[in-house]
């Protein structure tokens, strides 16, 4: 396998993470926290090594080929993981770098899961970069690739198939390249809005921008200790729920809306699924909190709302303890790490598509077997569903629910209880952050052991490249040719 063209799409990654550097080096120059240099260094050593990469392997074919797309974005997001933890670590916010590096792959993978013990009183920088390693990851610093790498030269298709997230898009435009400057575009908007109404609703222009980036990604970062339940505001809460809410909806349904109006969601099989689900599971753990928890209907439902939707957006973000809540809503918050959000989607986790085609195939094979001689073809909006997206879907699933067993094992192997070790393995597998038991909203990932860390890092990146970009790369066949 011809590694140079590789190396050459690397180093422009490396440069584009270098640039966005320049948005928290100004936030710490005007905060004078004290991470100024730490950052600068970061983006010195960052761009010196991407121009270093871009240099030396820019000459020659750069056409990818299929295995060299999964490479790539294999490398990248192993990459942006390291030299995103630079400023993490040359700040001195981390003893170590595993922790380091673990805040920073969870930053890009919009997981959401923290190693700070305390959060409020970090530099302004570190905790922008924190945040914007969110915005980055959400729609994929690989799609911000596709729109760019072309005019270099270098075709982005390889890399469009290999992005697990991004995979799964309808492309509604002719070329790969078009499609990712208007999610891109649509992103930056749906940011920007978010952000002017935060300000409206008495969120100050730094914090807005924090939450606006944790939002959209369904990342979770929060500049306070108690996420979102610091401001302890009805208008705040409600304006992230919404944008949460959308951040996990399939993005070209956004750019269609524009054009086509409400029906664009509404025809939408996957929609109507991932509205449903949220809605009941949000009926249910009202319900049990105002029967076994709070005194009132209307506080019940609007933490029943928020803890819902952040949960199942994969989100992450807390307005309460919900560790502390019934087992019946705790199990239902649970059981709604594995639903998730749609594909197309800065959600993580399984998503509601593939739900949606396991369901169909279950019902098909409950009546083969009542009528063993018929042809029955699973459908989605009127288009058959073709054997190999099904295969595709069901090998997945199996493979997302072995990797969750097996981290959850190994946690607790290594000492982690029981409910922190499987929800630990739920929510980094599935991008969500926060889980239960030691592991709640006010709690943080501090306490798992060295190596319980690195189990949770593959977690965390095999659930963001959906699990076969990684996997693949360990099979001979691969290498072979």
Known sequence: ???????????????????????????????????????????????????????????????????????????????????????????????????????????????????????????????????????????????????????????????????????????????????????????????????????????????????????????????????????????????????????ATNFTLHYQFYHKGLGAYVRNREFRLYFFLVISAIILVTLNLRLAFYDSISQSFRYAVFQVVSIHTTTGFSSVDFARWPALSQLILFMTMFLNGSAGSTSGGIKCMRILILAKSVRREIYRLIHPRAVIHIKLGGTVVSPEVVNGVVGFTFLYMLIFAVAALILAALGVDFVSAITASATTIGGIGPGLSALGPDSNYSAIPFLGKW????????GRLEIYTLIILFTPTFWRG
């Open 1 to 247: 396998m011809r590694i140079r063209p590789v190396l050459y799409i690397i180093g422009v990654i490396n440069i584009f993470v270098a640039l966005f550097m320049l948005a928290p080096l100004a936030v710490s120059v005007i905060f004078k926290d004290g991470d100024t240099n730490a950052i600068l260094w970061s983006l010195l050593i960052t761009a010196a090594c991407g121009l270093g990469l871009y240099l030396i392997f820019r000459s020659g074919p750069t056409e990818l080929n299929h295995r060299q797309g999964f490479l790539v974005v294999a490398i990248a997001w192993l990459d942006i993981g390291f030299f995103g933890a630079l400023p993490f670590f040359f700040s001195g916010v981390f003893d170590t770098f595993v922790d380091a590096y673990f805040e920073s792959v969870s930053g890009f993978t919009t997981t959401g899961a923290s190693v700070l013990t305390s959060i409020a009183g970090q530099p302004h920088g570190i905790l922008f970069w924190r945040s914007m390693t969110h915005w980055l990851g959400g729609m994929g610093i690989v799609v911000l690739s596709l729109a760019i790498l072309p005019l270099l030269g270098v075709g982005g298709m390889q890399l469009y198939k290999a992005e697990g997230s991004i995979a799964s898009v309808d492309k509604f435009v002719p070329r790969v390249t078009e499609m990712a400057k208007i999610l891109w575009l649509v992103y930056m908007v749906m940011s920007f809005v978010m952000v002017v109404f935060l300000l409206m609703g008495g969120m100050g222009l730094y914090d807005a921008f924090i939450h606006a980036f944790g939002t959209l990604s369904t990342g979770g970062f929060s500049n306070q200790d108690m996420s979102v339940g610091h401001y302890n505001s009805v208008i705040i809460e409600t304006i992230i729920v919404v944008f949460m809410f959308l951040g």
């Open 455 to 462: 189990i949770l890092i593959l977690n965390m990146l095999m």
